[in-house]
């Protein structure tokens, strides 16, 4: 089974800052590509951050967070982060790592963060 475990979620205030970090093993960093993903109450999971790391590392971000969050990895740890910056309450959501590779895809359990005014 493979598992993807996030962490760092939690509460803060508008205008503050979390690091999620998402736990993944190895083989995932070297053959599929990363990325984080939220979902909002009775919504579809929404892509808002990724990174190919089997290619150049290029990274993509959604509109809606594009300049307050930074995708990274560590390969050496194994780790995923996403930095969010000047968070606000409508970044409130359940984060999940994933990972999409050439014949499956893989998700997390998720991360609450809830942003408050």
């Known amino acids: 089974e493979v598992q993807l475990v996030e962490s760092g979620g939690g509460s803060v205030q508008a205008g503050g800052s979390l690091r999620l970090s998402c736990s993944a093993p190895?083989?995932?960093?070297?053959?599929?590509?990363l990325g984080w993903a939220r979902q909002f109450p009775g919504k579809e999971r929404d892509l808002v951050a990724s990174i190919r790391l089997r290619a150049d590392g290029t990274t993509w971000y959604s509109d809606s967070v594009k300049g307050r969050f930074i995708i990274t990895e560590d390969k050496a740890k194994n780790m995923l982060y996403l930095q969010m910056n000047n968070l606000t309450t409508r970044d409130t959501a359940v984060y999940y790592c994933?990972?999409?590779?050439?014949?499956?895809?893989?998700w997390g359990r998720g991360t609450e963060v809830n942003v408050s005014s």
């Open positions: 190895a083989y995932l960093f070297s053959n599929c590509g």
């Open positions: 994933r990972a999409v590779c050439t014949v499956s895809s893989y």
